[in-house]
């Protein structure tokens, strides 16, 4: 009997490995198949068609868009994309050190960072590149240029450059610095209790800014902390783990990440002492906060060590591991899912319901699932992390929208900074009348005018009511709303002023201050600052939102 089973088993076991073997060498031979004619056909296509092929081109084309077929997040880095991938992960490149944009035909000067080589050698937000090292940029996209403006240390590279207002150009011999992006572009004492960090990356050792920013704040002696990661697109996970560690005991669960190859599921704990446990904290977050920015926020609201403010975030839980591929490129695949303390993922489980900006729009009730934090509150998956204090976001007008768009606020920004030397300290700086009025002469003279999105729906309607042959039957109607929602370039400047000088102000300010001072000078007036420092001081709703019970997470 005993022989039998064994010899049962024994069948079992060659009948298993034969068809593991069969599968496993019926895909390799797929696998096979399939480079043969894509090789073929791309011979052919070489050999055949009508007009000239870039290989390169093709090649990139191909394998971008059987990555894409994956998700967004799965990418072909090729060699002359190297400079910018390492970037993306240090914050570190060798450089002028600006931000530079495309604006109609031509290539300027979005934002000169602080300290380095664009600003100490005088170039300006709104400088016009016409050259970089002899070489014409009028035919040239951004990354053109950049790649021109980037190259090694202590080395000078030539730019010539057209500046608004001045009628001959200028030619300016800028020394490359490394240069290294700050993660934390502003800390600092909002009142007497409340300390204020901005996180505007997880590049390496940005927890160590984080670090320090705190210990500086802590000597004040605040109440709270306020934790900004709005538009924070993420980084490196480790960098969000040691940003949590922070704030939580040694040993405490993090993150954990899961995926095909079991022997790289990982959990993080936090491993070093913390700085604090007890001070109250509130993590600001919108639709772009995205990735390790939801690890942060995420494990902060699954331990009950904080509280959560703003909208939902973007729904980004997969983990990118790099793999190095022949010539110097590599391959970013998503080989996990991440899995914040209370064992929910952040990622969005429904890709076809994306809003514009690529972050989660509607969450299916039927995708949801109910989970609890360390004190024992609801919580829930579906995607992104919710808040435990919304705040709406504020919509633009179509006026505000187009100004922005179409380069009116910069413009008018460059044409105030040249014109004027100084402007007060960014927090008491101001759109007076004066300066308004001279914004609004500057937008009319410019012969601006605009559609708003409601002449769009409404153009949509008509077109389906003289389809459906109602038109004429509600004509007069239908002219009486159009007339009525006609922009007024006049009327719709002063309904919308105090938007359109908000953002005035922060174009202004950062022409004479930079990326601080705009900062600085939106603090007092953002909405989300305003209501976070109320939940935070609150006697009481700080620590009911840790309540056993209470349900955070929902749509």
């Given at each position: 009997?005993?022989?039998?089973?064994?010899?049962?088993?024994?069948?079992?076991?060659?009948?298993?490995?034969?068809?593991?073997?069969?599968?496993?060498?019926?895909?390799?031979?797929?696998?096979?198949?399939?480079?043969?004619?894509?090789?073929?056909?791309?011979?052919?296509?070489?050999?055949f068609?009508?007009?000239?092929?870039?290989?390169?081109d093709?090649?990139?084309?191909s394998?971008?868009?059987?990555?894409?077929?994956?998700?967004?997040?799965?990418?072909y880095?090729?060699?002359?994309q190297?400079?910018?991938?390492?970037?993306?992960?240090?914050?570190?490149?060798?450089g002028?050190?600006?931000?530079?944009?495309?604006?109609?035909?031509?290539i300027?000067?979005?934002?000169?960072?602080?300290?380095?080589?664009?600003?100490?050698?005088?170039?300006?937000?709104?400088?016009?590149?016409?050259?970089?090292?002899?070489?014409?940029?009028?035919?040239?996209?951004t990354?053109?240029?950049?790649?021109?403006?980037?190259?090694?240390?202590?080395?000078?590279?030539?730019?010539?450059?057209?500046?608004?207002?001045?009628?001959?150009?200028?030619?300016?011999?800028?020394?490359?610095?490394?240069?290294?992006?700050?993660?934390?572009?502003?800390?600092?004492?909002?009142?007497?209790?409340?300390?204020?960090?901005?996180?505007?990356?997880?590049?390496?050792n940005?927890?160590?800014?984080?670090?320090?920013?705190?210990?500086?704040?802590?000597?004040?002696?605040?109440d709270?902390?306020?934790?900004?990661?709005?538009?924070?697109?993420?980084?490196l996970?480790?960098?969000?783990?040691?940003?949590?560690?922070?704030?939580?005991?040694?040993?405490?669960?993090?993150?954990?990440?899961?995926?095909?190859?079991?022997?790289?599921?990982?959990?993080?704990?936090?491993?070093?002492?913390?700085?604090?446990?007890?001070?109250?904290?509130?993590?600001?977050?919108?639709?772009?906060s995205?990735?390790?920015?939801?690890?942060?926020?995420?494990?902060?609201?699954?331990?009950?060590?904080?509280?959560?403010?703003?909208?939902?975030?973007?729904?980004?839980g997969?983990?990118?591991?790099?793999?190095?591929?022949?010539?110097?490129?590599?391959?970013?695949?998503?080989?996990?899912?991440?899995?914040?303390?209370?064992?929910?993922?952040?990622?969005?489980?429904?890709?076809?319901?994306?809003?514009?900006?690529?972050?989660?729009?509607?969450?299916?009730d039927?995708?949801?699932?109910?989970?609890?934090?360390?004190?024992?509150?609801?919580?829930?998956?579906?995607?992104?992390v919710?808040?435990?204090?919304?705040?709406?976001?504020?919509?633009?007008?179509?006026l505000?929208?187009?100004?922005?768009?179409?380069?009116?606020?910069?413009?008018?920004?460059?044409?105030?900074?040249?014109?004027?030397?100084?402007?007060?300290?960014?927090?008491?700086?101001?759109?007076?009348?004066?300066?308004?009025k001279?914004?609004?002469?500057?937008?009319?003279?410019?012969?601006?005018?605009?559609?708003?999105?409601?002449?769009?729906d409404?153009?949509?309607?008509?077109?389906?009511?003289?389809?459906?042959?109602?038109?004429e039957?509600?004509?007069?109607?239908?002219?009486?709303l159009?007339?009525k929602?006609?922009?007024d370039?006049?009327?719709?400047?002063?309904?919308?002023?105090?938007?359109?000088?908000?953002?005035l102000e922060?174009?202004?300010?950062?022409?004479?201050?930079?990326?601080?001072?705009?900062?600085?000078?939106?603090?007092?007036?953002?909405?989300?600052?305003?209501?976070t420092?109320?939940?935070?001081?609150?006697?009481?709703?700080?620590?009911?939102?840790?309540?056993?019970?209470?349900?955070?997470?929902m749509?």
């Amino acid at each position: 009997m005993k022989k039998r089973l064994l010899i049962g088993i024994t069948i079992v076991a060659i009948i298993g490995i034969s068809f593991f073997s069969f599968t496993r060498d019926e895909k390799n031979f797929e696998i096979a198949k399939n480079l043969d004619i894509y090789h073929t056909l791309f011979r052919e296509l070489n050999m055949f068609y009508v007009d000239e092929v870039n290989p390169n081109d093709l090649v990139k084309t191909s394998i971008d868009k059987m990555l894409e077929s994956l998700d967004p997040y799965t990418n072909y880095i090729s060699e002359d994309q190297m400079e910018d991938f390492r970037f993306m992960t240090t914050g570190e490149y060798a450089g002028i050190g600006a931000l530079i944009s495309k604006q109609k035909d031509n290539i300027v000067i979005a934002e000169p960072y602080e300290g380095f080589p664009a600003q100490k050698f005088g170039i300006k937000a709104g400088d016009i590149i016409l050259e970089v090292s002899g070489k014409d940029t009028k035919d040239m996209n951004t990354e053109d240029v950049s790649s021109l403006l980037k190259g090694p240390a202590n080395k000078p590279v030539t730019i010539k450059l057209q500046r608004p207002g001045q009628k001959k150009p200028f030619t300016v011999d800028v020394i490359r610095e490394k240069i290294s992006i700050d993660a934390v572009p502003y800390y600092g004492m909002i009142d007497q209790n409340t300390a204020y960090i901005r996180l505007s990356n997880f590049t390496t050792n940005c927890s160590e800014d984080v670090k320090r920013a705190f210990l500086e704040l802590k000597e004040n002696n605040p109440d709270g902390l306020i934790l900004d990661l709005r538009g924070n697109p993420g980084g490196l996970l480790v960098e969000a783990v040691k940003i949590v560690n922070l704030f939580v005991p040694k040993g405490e669960e993090i993150v954990s990440t899961r995926g095909k190859v079991t022997q790289w599921d990982k959990v993080y704990k936090a491993t070093a002492e913390p700085l604090d446990t007890t001070m109250k904290i509130a993590v600001l977050v919108n639709s772009g906060s995205a990735s390790a920015s939801e690890i942060v926020s995420g494990a902060i609201q699954d331990l009950d060590r904080g509280i959560i403010v703003g909208t939902r975030t973007f729904g980004k839980g997969l983990v990118q591991t790099t793999r190095d591929l022949s010539y110097n490129t590599k391959l970013k695949v998503t080989t996990a899912k991440y899995y914040i303390p209370s064992g929910r993922c952040i990622q969005a489980l429904d890709y076809s319901h994306r809003n514009e900006d690529g972050s989660v729009g509607h969450v299916p009730d039927s995708l949801i699932t109910e989970f609890t934090t360390k004190k024992g509150r609801k919580v829930y998956d579906g995607g992104g992390v919710v808040p435990d204090v919304k705040i709406e976001g504020d919509r633009l007008s179509s006026l505000s929208i187009e100004l922005v768009t179409r380069f009116m606020i910069f413009d008018f920004a460059t044409k105030y900074s040249n014109e004027n030397e100084s402007i007060p300290e960014p927090e008491q700086f101001t759109i007076t009348d004066d300066i308004y009025k001279q914004f609004a002469d500057f937008v009319e003279q410019s012969e601006f005018n605009y559609e708003s999105a409601l002449q769009d729906d409404l153009k949509e309607l008509l077109e389906t009511a003289k389809q459906e042959k109602y038109y004429e039957l509600a004509k007069e109607e239908f002219d009486a709303l159009a007339a009525k929602i006609e922009p007024d370039l006049d009327k719709d400047l002063s309904v919308f002023r105090p938007e359109i000088s908000d953002l005035l102000e922060s174009e202004i300010v950062s022409r004479f201050y930079y990326q601080k001072g705009s900062i600085r000078a939106s603090i007092n007036d953002d909405k989300g600052i305003t209501k976070t420092i109320e939940a935070l001081h609150s006697e009481t709703a700080y620590a009911a939102f840790f309540m056993p019970g209470q349900v955070v997470g929902m749509n």
